[in-house]
């Protein structure tokens, strides 16, 4: 199965003629680097194309963001998994224009970037760690889309944060802005998530479809942690999850059920049956104010004391009581 993963937040659609492989027609043309951590392996392949300078610094950023998976649940989610890199012809200024995630055995991230990059560069990158979190769950590759999106939407701003590549503040900003974006998202008006969902690739509607999926993850990590006193989290979620079922390939419903089942909750699929029937990105607000987050003309402030700021606190550092 395949789970087709890059959007442009911005807005704009991608124009797949624009942006065309150097390595077209010789994807044989790599070289490989295995990546071993816990056990566990990460084969790396990577374009002769490339210069040797480069090489290495996708090398690095690739480790980097690997590491970075590591923060969720201690280990990353395969026993063995690869990742493909190869350059694209266009001088973007985004070094990786174009990504996308392959479910398979073994699952497989395929980046386009930049052919001269930095490692810096592509570390400040979201799509790295947006197309990585898509792996956190052993989803089937299609149907309810919003629910893999939303999951990859949201852990790309904590893996950021976590990683020291922005703030804190920057988290919770870049979470709301991207919430703004989907509540302006206006594609799929008179529908459900699940229509807009279904359609998003014929019809747009890709905010509202990304963003109320963040939005579902963000509030069952709060009301887990709040439900709990901090002892339940998404992350400690998620990885029960792994241990259980790393290898399936299961529906969305179905990963829906098991996370209930597996933390003994009844949550994850209360917040489901409530968002697929919803007619519009909900607002992230209630939430942020339970967390001690401000917003005075958009912009975000945080609150440095109280039960809501722990609370957000220990969601941008990774951590429960």
């Known amino acids: ?5 890059r959007l442009w937040f911005c807005g704009a659609l991608f124009v797949i003629g624009l942006l065309i492989p150097l390595t077209q027609g010789h994807a044989e043309e790599t070289t490989r680097q295995d990546l071993v951590r816990d056990g566990r392996v990460l084969e790396l392949h990577i374009s002769s194309e490339y210069t040797e300078s480069m090489r290495q ?13 590591r923060e969720v649940y201690g280990h990353w ?14 001088g973007a200024s985004d070094p990786i224009p174009w990504a996308q995630v392959h479910r398979g055995q073994p699952d497989r991230v395929e980046f386009f970037t930049a052919a001269n990059a930095s490692v810096e560069q592509l570390m400040h990158a979201w799509t790295g760690y947006h197309e990585f979190a898509h792996l956190l769950i ?24 976590r990683t020291g590549i922005i703030s804190e503040q920057q988290m919770w900003q870049k ?15 008179g529908q459900t998530l699940t229509t807009a969902s279904n359609k ?9 479809v990304y963003w109320s999926g963040a939005w579902y993850f963000l509030a069952a990590d709060t009301r887990l ?34 996370l209930d089942q597996l933390n003994r909750v009844l949550l994850f699929q209360s917040l489901y049956d409530d968002l697929v029937a919803s007619m519009k990105t909900p607002s992230f607000e209630p939430i942020y104010s339970s967390l001690g987050i401000n917003l005075v003309d958009g912009r975000v402030t945080l609150q440095d004391t109280g039960p809501g700021a722990r609370l957000r606190q220990q969601i941008a550092a990774g951590k429960a009581l």
């Open 175 to 189: 979470l709301y802005d991207g919430s703004q974006r989907g509540i302006a998202d206006t594609t799929a008006t």
């Open 225 to 258: 942690r709040q439900q709990s006193r901090g002892k339940l989290t998404l992350d400690l979620a998620l990885k029960k999850l792994n241990e259980c079922c790393a290898n399936a390939r299961l529906s969305v419903p179905e990963i829906v059920a098991k």
């Open 200 to 208: 998003m690739r014929q019809q747009g509607g890709f905010m509202r």
């Open 1 to 5: 199965m395949r789970e087709y993963s």
């Open 57 to 69: 610094n996708l090398v690095a950023w690739i480790d980097f963001i690997a590491t970075a998976m």
């Open 138 to 161: 052993p989803y089937k590759g299609s149907g309810d889309a919003w629910f893999s999106e939303g999951l990859a939407s949201y852990y790309q701003n904590l893996l950021q944060a």
């Open 77 to 90: 989610p395969r026993q063995r998994w690869q990742v493909s890199v190869a350059p694209v012809s266009a």
